[in-house]
């Protein structure tokens, strides 16, 4: 089984402090790590490597720094990692990058030889959207099974997944080759290993930049995605609360009064 | 550009129009309104049931394009996919707006990349621009900290997709008039190299996604047994048990329940917070609910700041009281 296996170089979310002034994000110092969601993308595919041999490569698309991400990848038991970095790739909406790591399996097929799946996370958790998976199979002409939650088994290049939706699962059946999302249900991730951790800091990680790619200069970045930010601002979450201080028997059952109160007033009970 | 009309994508399941397919005519009637223009229903499926075709029109739609094969009886990418691409080529609509539904977000993107249309994902408000007559799409963004209006200036159609549950689902006018179409899938258009072999319908159906209201705990019930206390509370108010990630992480409840960025995203008429702190995580899949109520036993938690109203106190004194009183209210009423 060949597998590639993109993964993006997320903030660490909870971290993310908003400028109230502002309104914009504090970016200084907050840690960058793996999009927690494409950890169970990692971990299924070393696990599929594991029961049917080949090999998993990690690829990303980011600014150079998004190599860390790349080696930690590594480091759990990915067995090469490719990063796409170019100043070209700048402002990328979910068309622009599906294009580019579109291009990149291409050329991994071109240079290695066939890739038998693509597993993707179910979301990034900075952009947040799902489309990239999607998209990704879009540009090659690959069949796509979203939200994965189980890989049963992988035979004469067909695979049995199953596909979490609204109101349970679908049993499906691909034919290899295939892109997939996968859920947090598909795996439990791996810490990386000793061995693991060395590996990653030795290893040369491949970079590719457009020239690599043979992209369209005008599918890329900003002027390549059909998508703009036209406007950002801060949503006005705050409600008035009405706060009641409830520590002693007569203070709860005045609040839970008031509660009740407020529950009839507004038709709730 | 000669792109024109509103399309929204009404989704069915065994022949049955689903209701996020109201919803989106609500949608779609502002829109077209104000672009006046007209709103065109697209579905997919197999012996769609006819009455609810009709009901779309009565909805709202001036037109419903139904596309049938069996091979579209249920949602496969490529046939999905191909047969959309194929009306969005011939009628050429200039906004297409779907659910974000495990449908609508598969199907949206893999059309939008081979129609070089723009995409937006889980927009909570549409609006249409003065003057361009853009679309603008205005979205959470970074765990829905901070909001981002979208537009797509160039390419057609403009794509969206919008939570379930986000809007009403648009009345119901007896009489109203618009047609039908009802159309065969082209049988080159229906190879799949997927097959859906079986489903498996849930077991345990919390109705989350649906609820009116909610009650959800957090890691200030201590244990997965204390658990118990919450229970006549739930079933006072007839709500739905949700639960921040840190209830889920301790295996407390099964990730079904879970509520926030990397769980469902809720809307409820009532969400009730029961030792919950308010990470912007968890606020991110419910701070649109309509009316919030807190339980914290820290009076500056995080989560009063979204709440209408909070009572800072110890869980364990306050919700049995709480409960009964719910429950004497309601014999009462
Ligand atoms: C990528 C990512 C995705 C995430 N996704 C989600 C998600 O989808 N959903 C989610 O919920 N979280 C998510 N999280 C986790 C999130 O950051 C928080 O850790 C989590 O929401 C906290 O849960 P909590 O409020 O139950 O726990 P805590 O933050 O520990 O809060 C417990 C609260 O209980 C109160 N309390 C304690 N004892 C009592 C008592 N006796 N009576 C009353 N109150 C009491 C405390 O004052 C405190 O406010 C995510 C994190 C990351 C990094
Ligand atoms: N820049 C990127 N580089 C590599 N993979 C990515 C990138 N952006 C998104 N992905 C993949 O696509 C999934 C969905 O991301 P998104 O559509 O941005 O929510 C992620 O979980 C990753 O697997």
Redesign the pocket.
Known sequence: MRIV?????VPETSAVKMDEATGTMIRDGVEAII?P??LY?IEIAIQLREIHGGEVVA????PPK?SIALREAIAMGCDSAIL?SDKAFAG?D?WA?SN??AAAIRRITIENGPIDLI??????T????????P??ASFLDLPVASYVCKINEITNGLCCVHRMVEDGYEVLQIQLPTVM?VVKEVASPRLPTLRGKQKAKKVDLTIWDVKNLALEGSKLGINGSPTRVVKIFRPSVARNCKKFIALDDNAIQAAADRVVGYLQEKKLI | MDYKGIWILAEQSAGRVQVISHELLTRGRDLAGKRQTELTAVIFGNNINNNDLQELIERGADRVLAMEAFALEHFLIEPYAACMLHLITQYRPEIIIAGATSTGRTLM?YVAIKATAGLT?DCTVLDIEEGTGNLLQTRPAIGGNILATIKTPKCRPQMATVRPQSTQPAPRQAGRKGTVERLQAPSHLLVSRMQRINFVKNQEEHGLAHANAIVSVGRGIKKGENLKIIHPLIKALGAALGASREVIDRGWLSYSHQVGLSGKTVNPKLYVAVGISGSIQHLAGMQTSENIIAINSDPDAQIFRVADIGVAGNLFDIVPVLAEKIRQARMIS
């Not at chain 1, 597993?119 to 990034?124: H, I, L, M, S």
């Open positions: 296996v993109p993964i993006k170089q999009n969601l494409d993308a690829i990303s698309m980011g998004a796409i990328s979910t990058t580019v790591l597993v993707c996370g179910e979301r990034a900075d952009g947040d959207t799902g489309q990239v998976g998209g990704i999302t | 993107p994902a």
